[in-house]
Structures are given as structure tokens and as C-alpha cells.
């Protein structure tokens, strides 16, 4: 555009329009693909992403979860074929969630200390398979207990301390099959100290912990629990999960953590939660991982299905801003899709 004599309030005129003279023009860094990815401050990586993968028993098994188009559950061989294909497209670690039948559920989870459970036979096929693979095992009764809680109830309370023990004992177990990182997700307090003590009892003292710190009592939990039938037989979560109003607790969550020996902490969900993220990622100099939960892989799913949202773009664009807030990994059910894509 030519250049115009400015006038004396320092705009310009072109055609009766006034045209201010501007120093920053913010557009200039956006002006090509290839100015935008050297300005660009955020980026998602193959190895910023985790898998999580339900196991069912059985062989050859690969069955449907309604609320979670393209999820299944697999049964461990199949899983050892998905978890190969997605070590080779880059992803760096699976977290692992096993599917019970009631008959093995009971109100102290006991089955989650069997050396022949699912779980643990799934983890030691899949270090077998792939031993550079990172195993991440989720330790909480509710996948264990005919009660759907996370911890052992006795008259409708969530026992605490007597629930620490079984925590420490399936730590262990899982660790002794060969996970990598155990990921306790139940809210109980003092659980990593615990976990942390036992672990080093038994000599794990390599096998690292990821603390569930801030995990909500969310409505976006839906869709796993239809995949685990995990949904609580009463009550709900509220006395050990966190309350959605607060960010505050969230980061004395992740200090009493961090002091208890956890290697990573975690905050859950993570859309509507990207504030929460920011405020620990900036309060803690541990790494910081963010779940995007069922129900953020079940709204976009199902918009798309719809022809709603294009969701290849707004799947990338939601992990972004996730990594964008704070967080240094994220576990998603659209991992092993944008692996093949980045
Ligand atoms: C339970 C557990 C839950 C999830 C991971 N571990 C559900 C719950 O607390 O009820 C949710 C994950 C998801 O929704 O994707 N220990």
C-alpha cells in the first residue's frame, strides 16, 4: 500500500477510511506455515503421549465399548499386538486397566494382589514382548471391588488407612510382574508414602510413581466406567476425590506428594481443568501429566460421528492446549490415532 502523509492525530487516510500507522502488527508471525512453526511455542510429540488400554481375559478378544467409539477391550495377546504397533509408531508407555467379572470382585479387592491375575500376567507379557516399552499399572480397588469404590467400604465410609495396606500390597504385586511406574489413582491420603515404603521394602526402589494428585470427582469418568462395569454400587466419590470448585487443594495435593516420594504428578480431567494444570506445572518442579478422560474422548467422538467437529483438527488442537497449559505428558484414548499423524 502506498504510503499516505500521515495526519496530525498520526493516522493516515485512504479513501475517506482513517488507517492508524501501527508499529506491531502481530500478523507478520502468522503470515506463512513456515514463519507460524518458528514462532510456534508449543508442540505435541509422539513421546509426550501415554495409552491407555482396558484388558479383558481371554484370547483372541477384542470387544466394543459402546460409549467409547474405537476403544476396546483386549484380551492380553491382542493388547500385545496394539502395544507393539503403538511402540512403533512412538508412543513410549500404555497404562494398563483391567475388566474383572463380578465373580472375582470383593469388598477388599483381593484379586488384586493375585501373582496370577490378569493384570499382572498382561504386564509380563507385555515386558516380555517389548521390554523398552513403559508399563504403567493403575493401583485403586474399584476394578477389584464388588463395592465400585476405590476403597474398602464399611458402612458406607471409605476406609482410609485399612485401604493403604491392600494399596501398598498391589503395588507391590504389580511392580513384581514387571511394571515400570505405578500409577495409584484412589485419593486415599498417605497413599504414595506408603506405596513409596513398600515398594523399597520389597527392593523396587527403581519402579517409579505417577500420583493421580489432583483427580476430581468428575462426571467425565462415565465412559471408563462403562468399560470396567466400575460404576459405584453407592454413593458416589466425593469423600476422597476432589472437589471441582477448588485449584488451591490441588497444589497442596501435589506438595504432600511430592514429599511422599511421587516421581510424576498428575491432574484429572483435563479440559475443563487446563487452569489447574497451569498452577501446579508453575508450583512443582516434578514432571506433569494430564488425563484426558473418557468422557473428553466421548464428547468429540461422538460430534464428529455427527459431523459436527472435523475431528482430526480438534482432537490435535485439544492435545495442544492441554500440553500448551502445563502438561509434560498426556494419557489419551486418541494416542495411538495421532501417533500415526504427528
Ligand atoms: C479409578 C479410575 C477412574 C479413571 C481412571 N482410574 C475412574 C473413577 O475414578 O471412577 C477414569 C479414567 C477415564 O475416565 O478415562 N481408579
Redesign the pocket.
Known amino acids: 500500500m502506498a504510503n499516505k502523509e500521515p495526519t496530525q492525530d498520526g493516522t493516515a487516510e485512504t479513501d475517506g477510511l482513517e488507517i492508524p500507522e501501527l508499529v506491531s502488527r502481530p500478523r507478520r508471525n502468522r503470515k506463512s506455515e513456515a514463519v507460524r512453526s518458528l514462532v510456534r511455542e508449543t508442540h505435541l510429540r509422539r513421546d509426550n503421549l501415554i495409552w ?1 488400554l482396558f484388558v479383558v481375559d481371554g484370547s483372541s478378544q477384542k470387544i466394543p465399548i459402546d460409549s467409547m467409539p474405537d476403544c476396546f477391550r483386549y484380551s492380553p495377546d491382542v493388547l500385545v499386538t496394539e502395544a507393539k504397533e503403538a511402540f512403533k509408531r512412538g508412543i513410549p508407555a500404555v497404562a494398563l ?1 483391567p475388566a474383572l467379572p463380578d465373580s472375582l470382585k470383593d469388598r477388599l479387592g483381593t484379586e488384586s494382589t493375585n501373582p496370577e491375575g490378569l493384570l499382572q500376567r498382561t504386564v509380563r507379557q507385555l515386558k516380555d514382548a517389548l521390554p523398552e516399552l513403559a508399563v504403567i499399572t ?1 493401583v ?4 477389584y471391588s464388588s463395592d465400585g469404590h ?1 476403597g474398602i467400604v464399611e458402612d458406607g465410609e471409605i476406609l482410609n488407612d485399612e485401604t493403604l495396606e491392600v494399596l501398598a500390597a498391589m503395588s507391590v504385586s504389580q511392580a513384581e510382574a514387571g511394571a515400570d511406574i505405578i500409577a495409584p ?3 486415599m491420603d498417605g497413599r504414595v508414602g506408603r506405596i513409596r515404603e513398600a515398594l523399597d521394602a520389597a527392593g523396587f526402589t527403581s519402579v517409579s510413581i505417577l500420583s ?1 494428585s489432583a ?1 476430581y470427582a ?1 462426571a ?6 462403562d468399560a ?1 462395569d ?3 454400587r453407592s454413593g458416589d ?1 466425593k469423600t476422597y ?1 476432589m472437589d471441582p470448585a477448588n485449584c488451591e487443594e490441588a497444589v497442596r495435593e501435589v506438595f504432600l506428594d511430592e514429599e511422599e516420594g511421587a516421581d510424576i504428578v498428575m491432574v ?2 483435563a479440559l475443563a481443568y487446563l487452569d489447574v494444570i497451569a498452577r501446579v506445572k508453575s508450583e512443582t518442579m516434578l514432571p506433569v501429566a494430564a ?7 466421548a464428547m468429540l467422538k461422538a460430534a464428529a460421528r455427527l459431523g459436527w467437529l472435523d475431528e482430526e483438527a480438534a482432537v490435535m488442537e485439544t492435545l495442544l492446549a492441554i500440553r500448551r497449559a502445563g502438561a509434560d505428558m498426556i ?1 489419551t ?1 486418541f494416542a495411538r490415532d495421532v501417533a500415526e499423524r504427528l
Open positions: 491407555p486397566f493403575d485403586a480397588l474399584d476394578p476405590d489413582s484412589d485419593m493421580y483427580k468428575s467425565f469418568y462415565g465412559p471408563f466406567r470396567l466400575s460404576e459405584p466419590k476425590q484429572k480431567p488425563y484426558n478422560v473418557s468422557g473428553e474422548y494419557l484414548y
